[in-house]
């Protein structure tokens, strides 16, 4: 059996320039990186007729058994190119952090995936790269400020920016600077955050202009002075600079799907530390080439569905039009409490008694006004009798459920599931589930009662000092991001299946006022993951000719 990467590297590709000629996109708006890959400008695309609908795809709470919601979302797209549709995709960009450690890449799987495969799991364009310049570049000049007199009366024990780099390096959570003497510095404690949990990651994925790029970057609150006042960049002046930095970072990437559909793939926050959505313009950009857009949010529905609709929707002004909720049989039994090597023996039983976290990710998503379709990636160890009863399940629950066999089989392997997914749109009808001018703790409370199901939300001593700081500068009414394990609907990984009556507890509030939501951290998710015992890269290697292997 073939592997990803050998999957990708036996492809003819299509030109990049033919590519985006097809799609519509103006010759002059093209940056080619090479023959495969491209930036789209976003100031010499021009208006279009077009608006299409946005799909979005997610997931059911992700377990290590895998449910393949960007190879769905692939084949999904070529399945509808086949059917005549002008489909486009905007995905995220992966990080370097899951690639070397060890959930994987974020370009699909099989025979379903967006290429040059290697490239865009690795420096891709340089869009990281530049977002890790940027954010360092803001906390060099802070500290430059401290060493250079301190004219704004800066509190080193209370700057809040972090030095980021894309790599899961948890020796470099916590660090002390500044040390070796006076002409090094003033020495302070801080510490690094991986790039895709950066407020300027955020940012990238927020702006609509370069104009509304700069704007965010000066109101990034860096810390605040002694008398407990907020410092922002623009204090620094910092706002030109990091502009500077990512002009060309903030155009869209453009690739394709291994079916020759058009890929609009930008940024990558992560949805369990921040957002989880790619950039507005990338997705504003495939509306304006496609009549359906399918786009992703990070892990499950209660994470990254929920940023999409509450922050990025809201932001972007996006309707959704349809919800593809991604799941497998090996999850569903797994949320059953079934051991992970058991997974692949027939076992009706843990299907009926896993099914509420599929349950409750379809309620959830109802709760937008979309009309989510389940989509089954299916496995050689699935048995009939488990497929019968999954189907017996959605009849009986009303649900649109469609089988996949995307990786094996590409667009023709989701076929069933376009066609669920084209039945099932609707028109006007998202919407968030909270008003941010209700405040933080009322929208808080939404989100805990209604998309988690817990009974009410529980501050720290440092998390309530943050609060009361939030509102005195007038930040009460920003959305929330809420920074949650992925593994459940609770701060708790432990609790699978679909849990009730938990408290969420929020140990810290952190306002991303440039990107413009308060972060709640909740549990004990960390903003710079660490590596496992044996990382993906220990797998990968590179022939005589160049050539990659071991990358999935």
Not at 30 to 53: C, M, Q, Y
Not at 164 to 187: E, F, Q, S, T, Y
Not at 361 to 373: M, R
Request: hydrophobic share 40%; net charge negative; proline share 4%.
């Amino acid at each position: 059996m073939l592997s990803d990467v050998e999957i990708a590297q036996a492809h003819q590709l299509q030109p990049i320039d033919q590519i985006a000629r097809d799609a519509g996109i103006p010759d002059d708006a093209l940056i080619p990186f090479g023959t495969t890959k491209a930036k789209v400008d976003i100031t010499k695309v021009g208006e279009s007729h077009r608006e299409g609908k946005v799909i979005l795809v997610t997931g059911v709470s992700p377990t290590p058994a895998g449910e393949g919601k960007s190879t769905t979302l692939i084949g999904l797209t070529d399945a509808l190119k086949l059917k005549g549709k002008r489909a486009v995709v905007a995905l995220r960009e992966p990080s370097q952090g899951p690639v070397m450690g060890i959930k994987g890449g974020a370009a699909g799987g099989g025979y379903s995936q967006i290429v040059p495969m290697e490239d865009i799991n690795l420096h891709f364009t340089g869009d990281f790269h530049a977002i890790a310049a940027a954010n360092n570049t803001l906390a060099a000049l802070i500290d430059n400020h401290l060493q250079q007199g301190n004219s704004l009366g800066i509190d080193p024990r209370q700057i809040t920016w972090q030095r980021c780099l894309d790599v899961n390096d948890r020796a470099l959570r916590n660090v002390v600077i500044g040390l070796g003497g006076k002409a090094h510095g003033v020495p302070r404690e801080t510490g690094f955050t991986i790039t895709a949990a950066s407020e300027i990651m955020a940012i990238v994925c927020l702006a609509t202009s370069l104009e509304d790029l700069k704007e965010r970057l000066g109101r990034i609150t860096i810390g605040y002075t002694y008398s407990g006042e907020p410092v922002f960049a623009h204090q620094l002046e910092a706002q030109g600079a990091l502009t500077a930095l990512l002009k060309d970072a903030i155009n869209p990437n453009l690739v394709q799907t291994l079916g020759g559909a058009p890929a609009f793939v930008h940024g990558g926050p992560f949805a369990n530390i921040a957002h989880g959505c790619n950039s507005v313009l990338a997705t504003s950009l495939a509306r304006r080439f496609g009549d359906i857009v399918l786009t992703e949010a990070g892990f499950g529905s209660d994470l990254g569905a929920e940023k999409f609709f509450d922050i990025k929707a809201r932001f972007g002004e996006l309707d959704v039009a349809g919800a593809v909720v991604v799941t497998t049989i090996r999850s569903i039994k797994y949320n059953a409490g079934i051991a992970r090597e058991e997974l692949t023996k027939d076992n009706v039983d843990a299907v009926r008694d896993g099914i509420s976290n599929l349950e409750r990710h379809v309620d959830n998503l109802k709760k937008f006004g979309v009309k989510p379709v389940v989509a089954v990636n299916l496995f050689t160890s699935d048995s009939d009798e488990e497929r019968a009863w999954l189907r017996s399940w959605a009849e009986e629950k009303g649900v649109a459920l469609a089988e996949s066999e995307v990786w094996a089989k590409g667009g023709e392997g989701a076929l069933e599931l376009a066609d669920a997914v084209l039945d099932n749109l609707v028109e006007g009808q998202s919407q968030p589930i909270y008003d941010p001018a209700d405040g933080i703790e009322a929208s808080l409370e939404k989100i805990a009662t209604t998309i988690y199901r817990a009974n009410g939300v529980e501050y720290s001593a440092q998390a309530q000092k943050a609060l009361a700081q939030i509102k005195a500068n007038g930040w009460d009414t920003m959305p929330v991001c809420v920074s949650k394990t992925q593994y459940s609907f609770s701060d708790d990984p432990s609790q699978l299946g679909a849990p009730e009556g938990h408290t969420l507890h929020v140990r810290e509030l952190v306002p991303r006022t440039g990107a413009g939501f308060v972060v709640a951290l909740t549990g004990a998710v960390m903003t710079m993951p660490g590596l496992p015992k044996v990382p993906s890269a220990n797998h990968i290697d590179v022939d005589e000719s160049g050539t990659i292997s071991g990358l999935f």
